[in-house]
């Protein structure tokens, strides 16, 4: 039977030696063998660091923060700020963990040349530290040190696709550089490359089969790609080991919620409040099922938690979000809209979002794509009839819309697909506003505009499971890139689905999106975004007669069967009864309607702006006499 030794003072490397033994096969008594150590030698780094690598093993995750942290300032140059980085990241500390990782790089850089560059980094002063890093790489180009601080400077700025050509560059150089490899991974993952992603993370736990932030990083690229049920299997496991990770609940919540297992994601997700009760997307999460009641005490906890000081923004508007679903629940609309609108006020602020910039670029696609473009590009595109888009604005009937045509034999749902808007962002440079998007398309050649069609279905074959003949994308967003996609792949079909414009928009404005719809945190900013939406769809429209098929909202909930068979119509589809039955359709369903597109069609939501009226001005003015001509063009 294994002991702890009680360190002599002559004896410290040994003492040190047994611990790392220990802690690959009792994690217990190396806790033990490093508290002995301290109590002779209370200031060796190297013990509080084993001390926080045995509580981390252990799932005490607040304890090694603590260790770790010690370890980091008795000995800033030690390896204690990686291993603090990941344990801040399984608590959810995002902030910490930046920070934990920059002092990191900083400990790994002994050339005193990279030195200022990394202290410039951890202090977020990131053009400096640019600056500097491409000085050193023009001087020495295959020093990887300086190639991976570069990538995460490029990945702070948003410049994905920059930096994960230098991370891809600096492993060419040093494979065994883990550290990069894991920078790689998460850039691949944030740029929707998750079967690269997953490439990456499989070399990682290789290496250590039993990590928690690799693992964590493989569910969630799984998820990405629709394998929940792996995604699901990975995070009950890792959370038995872990169980105080606020984080990884949550995600299994989320992942049990698109797979339909709804009493585990609840379950989840009240874990989170129970152990992490100021941790404010677990409310919204709950909030967010939009079929799970809060009782008086969720909502008087809720209120608590606003009350503090210390509460951060995005705990704060989450709560705001959930509360403002709880008093809607109970029709007090006045308090409800106060907390919806709490909630968007705090969110908007942390947004660079020009309602100016997006009208600017409904114009800029209708001048490009009239019918003269389209005629004189005839014939052009890749010849794929697989993809079936639904665009138009969020919570508009989308959803219901693809768990119908996904309750068809011939047709596969997916998910909200990134790759159109992936695609033009990296033909405008990086943006799709503002940028050379949309007018570079006029300058590709017929050999371009086909190969750009060709990439969007190798791109998305990842997320087809099945071999049914056709596939559905249900971005809402592709409503402003209607024209790239009929020029790239004319023969996709395209779904308008519409809904009332302050139905709509009241509905997108009370809704908290996890990524993306910046306009919706604003009653001015929605209201012109669908007045631009649908003037950019009527202009399309008349240049491309009869691409698209547009499905009203209330009509589809008024007439079901006589909608349905008029949208398999123009899909080319038999009609078969289990449309109808959508609702018992299994599939995973991954946005905010995935528990109402799993019930009978519910009729409710369809004034319920109504009840909000008195303050919802600022979104009539704004869509002006788009109101009154809805649902004409």
């Known amino acids: 039977m294994q ?41 060796e780094p190297r013990a509080h660091f084993l001390q926080g690598q045995a509580f981390a093993q252990m799932g005490r995750h607040q304890e090694a923060v603590a260790a770790l942290r010690r370890a980091a300032e008795l000995e800033p140059e030690g390896p204690a700020w990686r291993a603090l980085g990941d344990q801040l990241t399984l608590l959810d500390d995002a902030a910490g963990a930046d920070a934990a990782y920059a002092q990191s790089i900083r400990a790994s850089v002994r050339d005193p040349r990279l030195m200022h560059a990394a202290i410039a980094l951890c202090e977020g002063k990131l053009a400096v530290a640019e600056q500097l890093l491409r000085e050193r790489l023009r001087a020495t180009p295959t020093d990887v040190a300086a190639i991976r601080m570069l990538a995460e400077v490029g990945a702070r700025l948003g410049r994905f696709e920059d930096a994960e050509k230098l991370l891809r560059r600096c492993l060419e150089l040093a494979p065994s550089f883990h550290a990069a490899r894991h920078n790689y991974a998460i850039v691949l993952h944030r740029e ?28 969630a690229a799984l998820a990405r790609i629709g394998e929940y049920e792996a ?9 038995a080991r872990y169980p105080n990770s606020a984080r990884g609940w949550l995600s299994l919540g989320h992942a049990c919620k698109t797979a339909g297992l709804r009493t585990e994601s609840i379950a989840a997700y009240e874990q989170v409040v129970a152990d992490a009760p100021h941790f404010g997307e677990a409310y919204w ?116 819309i693809e768990q119908i045509l996904a309750s068809h034999s011939m047709v596969e749902g997916t998910m909200e697909l990134p790759d159109i808007i992936a695609m033009a962002k990296r033909l405008g440079g990086g943006k799709v506003r503002g940028g050379s998007y949309p007018g570079v398309l006029a300058e590709l050649s017929p050999e371009q505009i086909k190969a750009l069609g060709e990439e969007y279905i190798a791109r998305t074959r990842v997320q087809r499971k099945t ?8 971005m809402p967003n592709n409503s402003q890139h209607v024209g790239f996609i009929h020029l790239i792949l004319p023969n996709a079909k395209i779904i308008d689905a519409r809904r009332h ?75 078969e009864p289990a449309c109808l039955e959508f609702y018992a359709n299994k599939r995973a369903v991954r946005t905010a309607s995935s528990e109402q597109v799993r019930q009978q069609i519910y009729t409710g939501a369809v004034e319920q702006w109504r009840h909000y009226e008195p303050w919802l001005q600022p979104l009539k003015t704004a869509l002006g006499s788009t109101i009154d001509n809805y649902p004409r063009r």
Do not use: W
């Open 3 to 43: 002991t702890a030794v009680q360190p002599r003072t002559g004896s410290i490397q040994d003492a040190l030696h047994q611990a790392r033994a220990l802690l690959r096969t009792n994690s217990s008594l190396a806790l033990e063998q490093a508290q002995e150590i301290l109590k002779v030698h209370p200031d």
């Open 192 to 219: 929707s490359k998750s079967d690269e992603a997953l490439k990456q993370l499989d070399l990682l736990l290789r290496a250590e089969p039993d990590n928690p932030s690799y693992q964590f990083l493989r569910a």
């Open 231 to 239: 995604a699901i299997a990975i995070y009950r496991d890792v959370l």
């Open 285 to 400: 999460s709950l909030a967010n099922l939009k079929t799970h009641p809060f009782d008086d005490a969720a909502v008087a906890r809720m209120t608590r938690q606003l009350e503090r000081a210390d509460l951060g923004d995005e705990d704060r508007f989450h709560i705001h979000y959930a509360l403002g679903k709880a008093y809607e629940d109970k029709q007090q609309f006045e308090q409800s809209f106060a907390h919806y609108a709490a909630g968007a006020r705090i969110r908007r602020t942390g947004l660079d979002y020009k309602a100016d910039e997006t009208t600017q670029a409904a114009r800029d696609h209708t001048a490009l794509f009239t019918r003269a473009f389209f005629d004189s590009r005839k014939g052009q595109g890749a010849a794929s009839s697989d993809p079936i888009f639904i665009v138009g604005l969020p919570r508009s009937g989308s959803t219901l």
């Open 467 to 474: 071999d049914r003949p056709f596939f559905i994308d249900k």
């Open 501 to 575: 414009p302050m139905a709509a928009c009241f509905s997108a404005f009370k809704q908290h999106f996890a990524r993306g719809q910046a306009f919706t945190y604003d009653l001015a900013d929605v209201g012109r975004y669908y007045s631009d939406y649908v003037e950019m769809m009527a202009r399309f429209e008349a240049a491309a007669p009869g691409r698209v098929h547009r499905v009203l909202y209330e009509d589809m909930i008024e007439n079901t069967e006589a909608e349905v068979r008029r949208l398999l119509s123009y899909l080319g589809l038999p009609f």
